[in-house]
T-cell receptor, first 114, second 114 residues
Framework: ETGVTQTPRHLVMGMTNKKSLKCEQH?????MYWYKQSAKKPLELMFV???????ENNSVPSRFSPECPNSSHLFLHLHTLQPEDSALYLC?????????????FGNGTRLTVT | DQQVKQNSPSLSVQEGRISILNCDYT??????FLWYKKYPAEGPTFLIS?????DKNEDGRFTVFLNKSAKHLSLHIVPSQPGDSAVYFC?????????????FGTGTSLTVIP
């Protein structure tokens, strides 16, 4: 399998649930990202991992918790979410380290919080 | 404060004609610029990029132009085809000590009319 794979594609969860989003990249990249896409808004960067270390956390609420066990896998753990967290969550990877390397995205997880 | 702006939410073009999508940015530190294409229910797909040392980059039917003094870039698609109908995102990047930072516009929805 090639590229960036995200599972699940769709997720509906209640506000008291705990769930996890999974991302896997097969591109040999060393940086991985979580983005949130809400309607009529630009893609919002949530987290960046470079060489498996978190380097960016744009004041994301603690109900979102990322995990990067190795350079190919990235998780986003979700708990006690709010309805306004309903959005498309996109994982991406790139070859970091200052190179001019584009982001490669997965197909996203459409999250609905009820 | 939005650092990358796409002021046209939508654009309609006749098949065979040229499509011109525009993007403006505010941060003079940006040195790498990208265009992404997004179909419904899929993640953004990298289309073409340009570094700040160039003012034009061409790939088949797609050409990106960069005007650094005006902080403006554009994507030209010629000839336009119905399969080009999608949402196009402009992105800009600069390298920092915390890794590559990517900033996105809100997208322009292109419709190519057969």
């Amino acid at each position: 399998e090639t590229g960036v794979t995200q599972t699940p594609r769709h997720l509906v969860m209640g506000m008291t649930n705990k769930k996890s989003l999974k991302c896997e990249q097969h591109l040999g990249h060393n940086a991985m990202y979580w983005y949130k896409q809400s309607a009529k808004k630009p893609l919002e960067l949530m987290f960046v991992y470079s060489l498996e270390e978190r380097v960016e956390n744009n004041s994301v609420p603690s109900r979102f918790s990322p995990e990067c066990p190795n350079s190919s896998h990235l998780f986003l753990h979700l708990h006690t979410l709010q309805p306004e967290d309903s959005a498309l969550y996109l994982c991406a990877s790139s070859q970091g380290g200052g190179a001019y390397s584009p982001l490669h995205f997965g197909n996203g997880t459409r999250l609905t919080v009820t | 404060d939005q650092q990358v702006k796409q002021n046209s939410p939508s654009l309609s073009v006749q098949e065979g004609r040229i499509s011109i999508l525009n993007c403006d940015y505010t941060n003079s530190m940006f040195d790498y610029f990208l265009w992404y294409k997004k179909y419904p229910a899929e993640g953004p797909t990298f289309l073409i990029s340009i570094s700040s040392i160039k003012d034009k980059n061409e790939d088949g039917r797609f050409t990106v132009f960069l005007n650094k003094s005006a902080k403006h870039l554009s994507l030209h698609i010629v000839p336009s085809q119905p399969g080009d109908s999608a949402v196009y995102f402009c992105a800009a990047s600069h390298f920092s000590n915390t890794g590559n930072q990517f900033y996105f516009g809100t997208g322009t929805s292109l419709t190519v009319i057969p």
